[in-house]
């Protein structure tokens, strides 16, 4: 059974840094896609970072480039989601995401087949 966790969601205050965790189980990263999605109340899940971990550098979607970073252990079928300077806007549910064997990176939502619970992360001003 595949299992994405992810842990490390919280309130923070504004220019604060929170590190989010996703432990894959069932899944060998090596060939798959990973991403860190988000969803804010009222707004369409939207891909913050993914990558994969045998591939190019991640992408970042324009609105955290430069404060946030992806990174992965394949060896620990882990990904991290280090969050820098971080703002009210980036307030919402965060999701783990994969798709096993991916050609190139999905940047949609419904390309993602395998789906974390979601932890929340709260920004206050």
């Known amino acids: 059974q595949v299992q994405l966790v992810e842990s490390g969601g919280g309130l923070v205050q504004a220019g604060d840094s929170l590190s989010l965790s996703c432990v894959a189980s069932g899944l060998t990263l090596d060939y798959a896609a990973m991403g860190w999605f988000r969803q804010a109340p009222g707004k369409e899940r939207e891909l913050v970072a993914g990558l994969k971990i045998s591939g190019s550098p991640p992408y970042y979607a324009d609105s955290v480039k430069g404060r946030f970073s992806l990174s992965g252990d394949s060896a620990k079928k882990t990904i991290y989601l280090q969050m820098n300077s971080l703002n009210p806007e980036d307030t919402a549910v965060y999701y783990c995401?994969?798709?096993?064997?991916?050609?190139?990176?999905?940047?949609?939502?419904?390309?993602?087949?395998?789906w974390g619970q979601g932890t929340q992360v709260t920004v206050s001003s």
């Open positions: 995401a994969a798709r096993r064997m991916a050609i190139g990176l999905p940047l949609r939502a419904d390309q993602y087949n395998i």
